[in-house]
């Protein structure tokens, strides 16, 4: 699969001596995907297992077994099930706060000490952070259960995985063409899910048997990604930028002539360096550059309101970017009830946590089959008829929200196992939706300060629903549980009603496209027709 990603992209040439950013960002997606999934297959069972060791000790400590592990069979009750909701929603909660502020001094120090530096110490802070929650679990007799909400305020040291995700993403963007995107971005999904798939398969063997092996192997894979950001390039790629594409919306509605042609000669210059920093050297002068954890400190002490005025000035950029940022809102949001789907499945199946990390490794497959499908679908049968590349993305990504609207009803509904996996994977089957929306979103902007804007601005607008969404789906699924069958099962319906909601944004952004269309159209024609007059 690595040689056909190789094949299929369209790499832009290099200055003389530099190196590609596409090979290492793969990896750290590939490995990075793998090491993520070891540990959080992790954290579930483990904060099951401190929650039942609570509770038991307080009525029955004999059933305690040795090394404080406990028959996971009888922590299906609904005290220990509600405070493993509770406990499990909170950390998540708290694991999207830090990006919202640091994402705007990460961006700026990027400028001076260079993304590959902040891609260094950002898989650093990954890794210790999942070391500090494996060593808070294994520790119970030291460490209550609750020292784990501090793991996210490790991402001070890199910013966490917005800046992570950004700056990969921002990479492989600029290296590859427009309209071989959304092929990339499925390839490399379906990469990443075959990772997760190993990681998956990993679980169902080692949470059984150790869970502490399982997590030494996510530890050990997450610590190789570290020497592979060495790999990266110094400083930014000076890539050829594809020709500009007219303007949606213009900035201001009324100019001039005089300032059009000012705006042009901003808009150039502006090309060569990023819009989100100032126009300063990407590296200080030598005699007075700051020690490396001086500089980063002082910029969170001094720039953490960026992100703030950051996200605003992405948000007012264009009607498209607002549309754009809400849709990425209200798909976060319908979503995020997946942060309960294993504990819905082995409260009300009985499964083990290792048999539902089974099933998810199942749906890993079906997911992975189809993204490596999508591009063959896409480029013989759906672009024949649609025409457009980003025709094309746009059917895709609504045909995939109705798959996660109709699947995660089936989910809250399914009678028996059987009609769980089948749930599963009809919800699987809206896998291309992040590749398809995230191509056609890159294929409308015209620049490549652009394309990072609109990363950013994605990442922290997921920040901001995760956080409402995971508070939200952990803090209902406490409450209903135990109550009657239609209560504990309204949270997928809501879900499906703002999955519904997210395809009319879909359907607006499709819009966009066609006005970009017609414009186009129009520019062509007013040229052929002064050519017409000179003949």
């Known amino acids: ?64 077994g040795l090394n404080g592990l406990m028959d996971e069979e009888m922590c299906k009750i609904a005290p220990v099930q509600t405070q493993v909701a509770q406990i499990n929603g909170l950390y998540a909660v708290l694991g999207f706060i830090p990006p919202i502020f640091l994402t705007g001094p990460y961006g700026k120090m990027a400028k001076i000490l260079g993304k590959k530096t902040i891609l260094l110490l950002n898989v650093s802070s990954l890794t210790l952070s999942g070391l500090y ?18 793991t996210p305020f490790l991402d001070i040291i890199g910013g966490g995985q917005v800046i ?15 309209k071989r995107l959304s092929h990339v971005f499925y390839r490399l999904t379906a990469l990443q899910l075959l990772f997760a798939f190993f990681a998956m398969l990993v679980s169902s063997v080692t949470l059984r048997r150790n869970v502490w092996i399982q997590c030494l192997i996510g530890l050990i894979v997450l610590t190789l990604m570290i020497p592979i950001c060495l ?49 300063e050297p990407l590296t200080p002068d030598p005699g007075t550059q700051p020690t490396l954890f001086r500089t980063i400190f002082s910029a969170l002490a ?21 549309y754009t940022l809400f849709t990425y809102f209200m798909l976060t949001l319908g979503t995020g009830i997946r942060i309960i789907f294993a504990q819905w499945g082995s409260i009300t199946f009985d499964w083990l946590f290792a048999e539902v990390n089974a099933i ?19 480029h013989n049968l759906l672009k024949p008829r649609l025409g457009s590349s980003s025709k094309v993305d746009i059917f895709v990504a609504k045909a995939s929200v109705l798959a996660n609207a109709v699947g995660v009803v089936l989910v809250g509904f399914a009678p028996s196992r059987v009609w769980f996996v089948f749930s599963l994977t009809v919800w699987t089957l809206g896998s291309g939706l992040g590749a398809s929306l995230r191509s056609f979103v890159t294929g409308m902007m015209d620049s490549r300060e652009a394309i990072e804007e609109i990363y950013l601005g994605i990442g922290m607008m997921e920040t901001m629903a995760n956080i409402v969404a995971t508070a939200g789906w952990s803090g209902v699924f406490a409450e209903v549980l135990g109550m009657g069958y239609w209560i504990m099962r ?3 319906i809501v879900s499906a009603v703002l ?31 002064s050519d017409d007059e000179m003949i």
């Open 1 to 64: 699969m690595l040689t056909e990603l190789k094949r299929r992209w369209s790499i832009v040439s290099n200055p003389p001596g530099s190196r590609s950013p596409l090979l290492p960002a793969v990896v750290l997606c590939t490995l990075g995907a793998f090491g993520e999934v070891c540990l959080t297959s992790t954290h579930i069972y483990l904060i099951e297992q401190a929650a039942c060791r609570k509770h038991f000790n307080a009525f029955d400590p004999t059933q305690i």
């Open 133 to 150: 929650f494996t060593l808070v679990c294994y520790f119970y007799n030291t460490f209550d259960i609750r020292w784990i909400y501090l």
């Open 164 to 178: 992570l995700a950004s700056f990969l993403m921002t990479y492989i963007s600029e290296c590859v063409d427009s």
């Open 231 to 279: 790999l990266f390039p110094e400083s930014r790629r000076t890539s050829l930028t594809p020709p500009p594409r007219p303007s949606l919306i213009p900035s201001t509605p009324d100019l001039s002539s005089d300032s059009d042609s000012i705006s042009t000669s901003s808009t150039q210059s502006s090309s060569e360096t990023t819009s989100l920093l100032p126009l």
């Open 302 to 322: 001094s720039h953490t309101e960026h992100s703030l005025s950051l996200f605003h000035s992405i948000l007012y950029t264009s009607r498209f970017s607002r």
């Open 360 to 378: 998810t490794g199942f749906e890993m497959i079906v997911s992975g089959i189809i993204l490596v499908s999508l591009p063959y679908i896409t």
């Open 490 to 492: 309204l949270p997928f």
């Open 499 to 529: 999955l519904m909601g997210v395809f009319v944004c879909i359907w607006v952004l499709g819009r966009f496209d066609m006005v970009l269309l017609r414009t186009a159209e129009g520019f062509m024609s007013d040229d052929n027709d």
